[in-house]
Nanobody, 131 residues
Framework: QVQLVESGGGLVQAGGSLRLSCAASGLTFSSSSMGWFRQAPGKEREFVAAHSWNGARTYNANYADSVKGRFTISRSIAQNTMYVQMNRLKPEDTAVYYC?????????????????????WGQGTQVTVSS
């Protein structure tokens, strides 16, 4: 069965960096669209970044406005692992971060930012940014 396991969360001071990892198994990772979402206390889960499959082994990266320029999403096909490098972290980045996988192929009309596009989810990893 499909498993997504996040790691790399922790406590960091504002302005610091963290890299989250999502190890995937049970799916064809090279042709899966992947995403990061987060949920802060008392708030709904929200889109962070997507690494959507374009066909062959090409991918399209998209970001929420709140993280654009600070976060970078990537993947290693050899390691079956997706990453998000988070720089210049802010207290408002504090949340549980979830990895997600879907079977959709990227197009200009893709709803890569929507939870409903993703079929599989990890258990989440906590990121806390202190001020």
């Amino acid at each position: 069965q499909v498993q997504l396991v996040e790691s790399g969360g922790g406590l960091v001071q504002a302005g610091g960096s963290l890299r989250l990892s999502c190890a995937a198994s049970g799916l064809t990772f090279s042709s899966s669209s992947m995403g990061w979402f987060r949920q802060a206390p008392g708030k709904e889960r929200e889109f962070v970044a997507a690494h959507s499959w374009n066909g062959a082994r090409t991918y399209n990266a998209n970001y929420a406005d709140s993280v654009k320029g600070r976060f970078t999403i990537s993947r290693s096909i050899a390691q079956n692992t997706m990453y998000v490098q988070m720089n210049r972290l802010k207290p408002e980045d504090t949340a549980v971060y979830y990895c997600a996988a879907g079977t959709f192929k990227y197009s200009p009309g893709s709803h890569y930012y929507s939870e409903s596009e993703y079929d599989y989810w990890g258990q989440g990893t906590q990121v806390t940014v202190s001020s």
